[in-house]
């Protein structure tokens, strides 16, 4: 429609008229390497606390400090890699949706380790270090990007409600934090190629909460039977199912900064940019099909697929989580619009197959031959087995 190297489809899931077209131009060349985002606790090796937001407090500057780990939203932090990086990320506290921030960008030693709204200084960005621990996996220091120091309990302290400070990095187990949520297990890595690659973007004003991307998992396991049970081959999602973004701007910037003359993408476009920003991905991506959805909208805002995309609004990423009506509405839709990052087009009437507006009566909806025939041979065929 007007910018290079994007999808342009039109086929929202909401919308009461189903009509769809794509513009795509090649992006240009991008870092062979991105990191993969992850949610995990932080376990403290001396005394096994975790990292925790105090209250569940969203207050700019609040200290995090450690205690006993005990499951609470408090203690899930949101790893996102930097673009152009392979150790760097950007770490967001899930209740309040801040970034992990060294106060003042200080370099000193006891310099408090706060969240504060996320901005792209290097005082927000930490560098994962592989520690080796025998018996332990997934064990890293912390290390605040703009002064090279670790991220410790105060006075290196194993006991709960010590806050946590940077000083100099060294041997000792204060220093070493277990990721249990981190994906690769010590290197950073791509995912496969040709799998469906999912995101969840969160804007850094929406909390985390986990049904969002439990709920897109599992809608994303749904479309994942429905089509092997039409077609007999069906594609491959990822062991991480769902990335979880932890996006720049507010939720109102996503919805309001113009991307296009037709509000309705704007949320969506807006997203589709930062993805393919910060993970190196493309438009067409030969590597992935690429789902996202985003916990923003808008006035109208809406979603589609086509070219290897689906970039979906919040809506969608509500009905996943199970809190925007009946389940099958959300199963249908994202059927459909897989169908057009396949490259089915819509259909010219409501003719019971998904790529009409019967997919609304999902799972009572097939493909025709036509449209088995046309996915099998179109460009994305061979991600199917």
């Known amino acids: 429609?007007?910018?290079?190297?994007?999808?342009?489809?039109?086929?929202?899931?909401?919308?009461?008229?189903?009509?769809?077209?794509?513009?795509?131009?090649?992006?240009?060349?991008?870092?062979?390497?991105?990191?993969?985002?992850?949610?995990?606790?932080?376990?403290?090796?001396?005394?096994?606390?975790?990292?925790t937001l105090p209250n569940n407090s969203t207050a700019n500057g609040t200290q995090l400090i450690q205690s006993a780990c005990n499951g609470a939203a408090g203690q899930n932090l949101t790893f996102t890699p930097v673009s152009g990086t392979v150790d760097q990320y950007t770490v967001a506290t899930a209740t309040a949706g801040k970034c992990v921030d060294v106060n003042g960008a200080s370099t000193a030693d006891n310099a408090t380790i706060i969240q504060w709204t996320c901005h792209s200084n290097p005082n927000q960005r930490v560098r994962l270090v592989p520690v080796a621990i025998s018996g332990t996996d997934k064990t890293f220091s912390l290390q605040p990007v703009h002064s090279g120091k670790c991220v410790v309990p105060a006075a290196g302290s194993a006991s709960a409600g010590a806050g946590l400070v940077q000083l100099p990095c060294g041997s000792a187990t204060s220093r070493v934090w277990r990721l249990s949520g981190y994906s690769t297990g010590g290197t950073p890595t791509t995912p496969p190629e040709k799998t469906v690659r999912v995101y969840w973007l969160k804007p850094s004003d929406v909390a985390y909460d986990q049904r969002w991307p439990d709920g897109i998992a599992n809608v994303m396991r749904e479309a994942q039977r429905y089509y092997r049970q039409e077609l007999g081959r069906t594609f491959t999602l990822n062991t991480t199912v769902v990335e979880v973004v932890n996006g720049d701007h507010v939720k109102s910037w996503y919805e309001n900064t113009p991307n296009g003359g037709?509000?309705?993408?704007?949320?969506?476009?807006?997203?589709?940019?930062?993805?393919?920003?910060?993970?190196?991905?493309?438009?067409?991506?030969?590597?992935?099909?690429?789902?996202?959805?985003?916990?923003?909208?808008?006035?109208?805002?809406?979603?589609?697929?086509?070219?290897?995309?689906?970039?979906?609004?919040?809506?969608?990423?509500?009905?996943?989580?199970?809190?925007?009506?009946?389940?099958?509405?959300?199963?249908?839709?994202?059927?459909?619009?897989?169908?057009?990052?396949?490259?089915?087009?819509?259909?010219?009437?409501?003719?019971?197959?998904?790529?009409?507006?019967s997919f609304y009566s999902y799972p009572n909806t097939h493909f025709s031959q036509a449209q088995k025939t046309q996915i099998l041979n179109g460009p994305y065929g061979s991600f199917l087995s």
């Open 262 to 357: 037709d509000r309705y993408w704007w949320s969506v476009f807006n997203m589709e940019d930062e993805l393919r920003r910060k993970l190196s991905l493309r438009a067409p991506d030969t590597r992935w099909i690429n789902v996202g959805l985003i916990s923003a909208e808008g006035p109208g805002a809406g979603g589609g697929g086509g070219g290897g995309w689906v970039i979906l609004c919040q809506h969608d990423a509500d009905g996943a989580a199970g809190v925007n009506g009946p389940m099958n509405r959300w199963y249908g839709g994202m059927v459909h619009e897989l169908g057009h990052a396949f490259g089915l087009p819509d259909a010219a009437s409501t003719d019971g197959t998904p790529m009409s507006a």
């Open 1 to 51: 429609m007007h910018q290079p190297g994007r999808v342009r489809a039109l086929a929202c899931t909401l919308a009461t008229a189903v009509v769809s077209f794509a513009v795509v131009v090649l992006a240009g060349a991008q870092p062979a390497q991105a990191a993969t985002a992850f949610t995990s606790t932080a376990v403290s090796q001396n005394g096994g606390n975790c990292a």
